[in-house]
């Protein structure tokens, strides 16, 4: 089969050194092992931090371009990565395929029988792997090893190729548009998506990371603004310091200053030591004000002080202090609109919106939903000790349509609530999401429900209930109500029991659930448990 070279496998070769782009490269790599090896599937997979992060496939849901495999939770790929050489599964195999039920049109089959893993190494160094199944289980039986060797050499060229493609665009600050779906992957892994808008701002993220530029980001609560900011710290040369965050919008006005600039002994009452601020914890990195919008006008003015100077003043000290801090923050605002009203300093947003970024909402996104469905459904699997959810085609489809209002913020909550009722609906090993596990109203609104949640499944939802033991939580009950009514319950019931169980401590509970305990009263407030 493979002992005599085919056209297809020269072509994959002369691609590796061709202007081919990434994505171009490994579609034709897979496409070629798939025909050649009368393959099910495949999967060219890059290997970081301990997880397999898929970067293109061939034969499988697209939702797997956005799992993110942890090695720890799949062990046919633990084995992979340990091999150092060609590893073939037997069909009997106990060991559970990341892939189970997630070849498209075969449901009445769900297992892969026949499956080979190659480690894609670089001196000797493990970059990535290829995975090839197949449904007959002798599919590979007369495939000899130095034949998936060759296999192996050419993929693990194509994939250093592209990682050095990407270190050179970086170096020299040279970013062609037909190769940036898939760059930056080794270093932006967490966000997912390939669509224009969010291309476009991973270009934006490279361009302004290292510099020392202040960056607003701009766009709808739920769209991820937080992971923007972090992917800008990380990619830039402070890396290697600390980024802090700091809500301005929990920010007590009594406090504020004190929380931003740090305070001496004596300064006020209760201050009974000197305290560094956020300006001192982030000297030599980056500062990250999420909800920029909200702070008050008079701390605007000490902010933009701050910021035009490079020097912080204690509260109750007059010895100024030099800091080296990166701004970056964030808001959900129209600035310019709240500039207009002057509810913010035109001086101050000038200032921090040097390179502002946006990031899209949902529902701006195409099929990037699908693989964020993905991700979040590799990531319940994981909380849920479970091997495998899939979605089902239905699902899929209706979640493309749906508004996602909340975006990726209510997309994940929404994923965990439905995978928490299918598994009390099931007792298989692999978790099915159906539409009614979403309760989608009539036009594509996840609403009170018009669908059919058993109640049996209701019942043992709710008798699972939330273990708040030692901070430690599981996943809470849903009612059958809307998201946010069934969200709104389950603070209340956490909140109320890990209140409970500190004797109503609120600072206590606030470390507990690991909140801002002034964000904690006003969530305890709004749910009227206080």
Known sequence: MMEQVSKEWVQVALGITSGMSNAERFTQLLSTVNQTLKSDASALLLFKDQQFVPL????????????????????????????GDVVRFPADSDLADPYDGLIPNHDDELKVHACIGLPLL????????????????????RLSNNSLRMISALASSSLNTALLQEKLEKSTGFTPTENHSLKMVSEAVDIIGQSAGIAMLKQHIEVVANTDLSVLIMGETGVGKELVAKSIHHQSGRADKPMIYLNCAALPESVAESELFGHVKGAFTGAISNRKGKFEL???GTLFLDEIGELSLPLQAKLLRALQYGDIQRVGDEKNIKVDVRIIAATNRI??????????????????????????????????????????AERCAAKLGGSTIRLDAQVLRMIQSHPWRGNVRELEHAINRAAVLARAESVDEFLLLQPHHFNFAKHGALGASTGSVSRAAESRVNDS?????????????????????????????????VYKANAQNLSQTARDLKVNPGNLHRLMKRLQLK
């Open 56 to 83: 293109a496939i061939n034969g499988l849901s697209h939702d797997v371009l956005g799992r993110r495999f942890d090695i720890q939770q799949h062990p046919r790929l633990e084995v992979i990565a340990r091999a």
């Open 122 to 141: 670089q001196e000797d160094r493990l970059i990535g792997a290829l995975t090839i199944d197949a449904f007959d289980p002798e599919r590979f039986d």
């Open 282 to 284: 982030a000297d030599g």
């Open 335 to 376: 600035m310019h609109e709240e500039v207009v009203a002057e509810r913010f300093r035109a001086d101050l947003y000038h200032r921090l919106s040097v390179f502002p970024v946006t990031v899209p909402p949902l529902r701006e996104r195409d099929k990037d939903v699908v693989l964020l469905a993905g991700f979040f």
């Open 465 to 497: 209930a939330v273990n708040a033991v030692d901070g430690e939580l599981d996943f809470a009950a849903y009612r059958e109500l809307g998201l946010k009514e069934a969200l709104d319950q389950f603070q209340a019931e956490l909140v109320a029991k």
